[in-house]
């Protein structure tokens, strides 16, 4: 095998050395890797002697600085003088910041320059105009582009596959060119391997070579090959919702992530990561794609699932998964809360430590001052601040009693030091009630949080009266009190939902009503809802529609993840009709093992021969189960054979055997998979919802599986045998 590969490599440097296009393309990439150097080194030299000079004029500035406040005109000189040297240190920041991020660049370009070269004409007999793009985009002294960036205007028609004439937007502007060639490369550093001109994704060398490089423990970003149908979903428009629609192993995640780098390219300066919220479907996923945008010179936004957002929002001890939730009970909400008014039985006391601060009957009383304000969130706020006042006032109250000042006394030294910054020991009455206030801020912030939270209302109660329902369902809870409250975050730009298909129609009202001001991306298949109680599609716009206004769709039809054999099978699960619109584009590899055993015994050596037989393997295997119980089955019947078992708090390895559920699996992928159960009682053949576990199931593994079952196979699969 070694000599055939030394043989190959011989074989392809003879090419290449015969090839005039790469001779040409590989002094390309010395003479821009040269530059990159420099300029990496330069940059680095330039911000280590303008560090130095900064410390150096700062220290100078403040000797001659005067600090004199003695009259105002002395006083007005010393403020002058301050601003000045602010102003110079926030000028040096602003140029530390400049070629820090063309610093960045440079480094990430030094491990590959460039992925792929267009040359367009600009006019009609114009000279052909070389663009070079990457991960970042770069500029020499000269101001002229070595390198631009995957997600500028032009490099658009790269994704575009399109040769001759076409076009891209760059500034509200179509810009008309004419694709001469679209050119990609397999680089590293400042080596060429090869490169291929390809205009149509099917015959994308790049893309296959990707495909078959061996997965590994992270997500990795799919810059290089994003295809056509990734793209114009990855640079769509800004609408208040955009549905997206893929079959197992489109690339839904990536072109995801793709489309966040996109969004911070963009709206470069003025999104904040804080802005950007990632709804993963389950902390294992989560970590598997933590590296993606990081690898893409981007902060990842935040990323949580719908039960830390929810548990963030509920009263202590209520659980967000807890029960049902009937969309029509939350419509009920919003024409409920059109016709509220609040009476005294809806506040309760903010009390503390024994303590009450504030009485309800004095909240009810507040609700009053504000006869023409109708109930709901505008009347919430005002109150909300008179509330702040109230609390305030009475912590001075109490600053100032006796009771009060004993309990100062009986603090520890390191509490009063801690508290006061110096042992208590005021010099006078307006000290030691300053003190005081200060003890008491701290002990009660409790309140201050219960006063932000709102937590003086009695949501349940009111709940109950408008509704006729005790015991609200956690999503109605939210529901009302964003409806009554605001609650919510108004600074949320866009909110992203990876398998979308796995919430309840309740959970994403919930999300729609408190992202209220963010752009939605959802992205998931319907074939690979698990779980009988999730929205389908057609709730999903439904619920868009209500809250959003409108919303878009797309769709993603080509599977890049498995081989064409896999694909096959899960997509055999399909409708006729939807079958036939799939393709795939993996090279045809090892055909699905289906080992149907007789026995209990031939049962159990078949299962312990396919996961020592995995062992063996490279990459990494997975045995997935639906459920937890079944987890517990195998470990049983395995004892020391069972593989490790993956849970919520885990990372995937990077090789191995592995054993999780299938929620857990979800999002993820496996060179080979092990089902070992794939018989009519976990999978039965009038149930669709266990059609779509097996679909989905199937579709983790990327180049081999292997399907058991303890007697006969489901009907499910009867196509395949």
Not at 258 to 268: D, E, H, M, S, T
Not at 311 to 339: F, S
Not at 475 to 503: C, F, H, K
Request: aromatic share 8%; glycine share 4%.
């Amino acid at each position: 095998m070694a000599d055939n590969t030394q043989a190959q490599t011989n074989e392809t440097a003879a090419e290449a050395a015969n090839d005039p296009v790469f001779q040409q393309e590989q002094a390309h990439l010395l003479d821009t890797y040269a530059k990159l150097k420099a300029m990496a080194k330069t940059l680095a030299e330039k911000m280590e002697r303008r560090r130095w000079q900064a410390a150096q004029d700062k220290d100078d500035m403040q000797e001659e600085v005067k600090h004199n406040f003695a009259s105002d005109g002395e006083a007005q000189e010393t403020y002058v003088d301050y601003a000045v040297l602010n102003n110079l240190i926030r000028d040096y920041n602003l140029e530390q910041d400049a070629d820090s991020e063309r610093l960045a660049a440079a480094a990430k370009l030094l491990e590959q320059p460039y992925f792929a070269k267009i040359s367009l004409e600009m006019r009609p007999g114009a000279p052909a105009k070389d663009i070079y793009i990457g991960l970042a985009g770069v500029a020499d002294d000269n101001y002229r582009r070595m390198v631009v960036d995957w997600r500028s205007p032009v490099a658009e028609v790269y994704y575009n596959q399109e040769n001759g004439a076409t076009s891209y937007v760059a500034n509200g502007r179509t810009i008309n060119v004419n694709l001469l060639t679209r050119r990609q490369f397999d680089l590293e550093r400042d080596q060429l391997h090869a490169y291929f001109d390809s205009d149509v994704a099917i015959e994308d060398s790049l893309l296959l070579q990707s495909l078959s490089a061996q997965r590994s423990e992270h997500m990795k970003a799919i810059t290089a090959t994003i295809q056509k149908e990734q793209n114009l979903i990855i640079r769509h428009k800004d609408v208040p919702a955009l549905l997206v629609a893929g079959i197992a192993g489109s690339g839904k995640t990536s072109v995801l992530l793709q489309r966040i780098a996109y969004l911070f390219y963009r709206n470069r300066g003025d999104l904040d990561p804080r802005q950007v919220f990632l709804i993963s479907p389950n902390p294992v996923f989560a970590k598997y794609i933590e590296n993606v945008l990081p690898d893409l010179g981007e902060r990842n936004p935040e990323t949580i699932t719908y039960r830390e957002f929810a548990a963030r929002l509920l009263p202590a001890g209520r659980n967000p998964k807890a029960e049902a939730c009937p969309l029509e009970l939350l419509w009920r909400i919003d024409d409920a809360v059109e016709h509220l008014t609040f009476e005294p039985n809806d506040f309760r006391d903010i009390t503390f430590y024994g303590t009450r601060l504030v009485a309800g009957a004095a909240i009810m009383q507040l609700m009053q001052k504000y006869p023409n304000v109708p109930a709901g969130p505008h009347l919430v706020t005002l109150v909300r601040e008179e509330l702040f006042r109230r609390l305030d006032a009475r912590l001075k109250q109490m600053a100032a009693t006796e009771a009060v000042q004993d309990e100062l006394l009986c603090l520890s030294l390191d509490e009063q030091v801690r508290l006061f910054n110096a042992p208590f020991d005021p010099q006078t009455e307006q000290e030691a009630r300053d003190c005081a206030l200060t003890y008491l801020q701290e002990r009660f912030s409790g309140a201050v949080l219960a006063i932000e939270r709102d937590e003086w209302l009695r949501l349940d109660r009111i709940g109950m009266r408008l509704l006729g329902v005790e015991n609200l369902p956690a999503s109605a809870w939210l529901y009302l009190n964003m409806a009554v409250t605001g609650m919510g975050n108004p600074d949320a730009r866009y909110v992203m939902i990876d398998e979308v298909q796995d919430y309840t129609p309740d959970q994403l009202a919930v999300m729609a009503r408190f992202f209220r001001r963010a752009h939605f991306m959802l992205l998931g298949d319907p074939h690979q809802a698990i779980r009988p109680e999730t929205a389908s599609y057609e709730q999903i716009r439904a619920v868009f529609r209500r809250l959003r206004g409108s919303i878009e769709e797309c769709q993603l039809l080509t599977s890049y993840r498995s081989t064409p054999e896999i694909t096959a099978l899960f997509a055999g699960l399909l409708p006729e009709n939807e079958r036939m619109s799939i393709s795939a584009v993996q090279r045809a590899d090892t055909p699905p093992a289906l080992i149907a055993c007789p026995t209990q015994d031939d049962y159990e050596r078949e299962l312990r021969a396919a996961i020592v037989s995995a062992r063996e393997n490279d990459g990494l295997t997975a045995v997935v189960v639906p459920w937890k119980h079944e987890l517990k089955k195998l470990a049983r019947l395995l004892g020391d054979d069972m593989p490790r078992i993956i849970d919520e708090g885990q990372r995937l390895p990077a090789s191995g055997v592995l054993a999780l559920t299938l929620p857990l699996a979800k999002g993820l992928e496996f060179d080979h998979v092990i089902v070992p159960d794939a018989g009519p009682g976990l999978f039965p053949a009038d149930d669709h919802v266990a059609q779509n576990r097996l679909y989905t199931t199937i579709s983790r593994a990327t180049r081999t599986i292997t399907l058991l079952a303890n007697g006969s196979f489901t009907p499910l699969l009867d196509f395949a045998n």
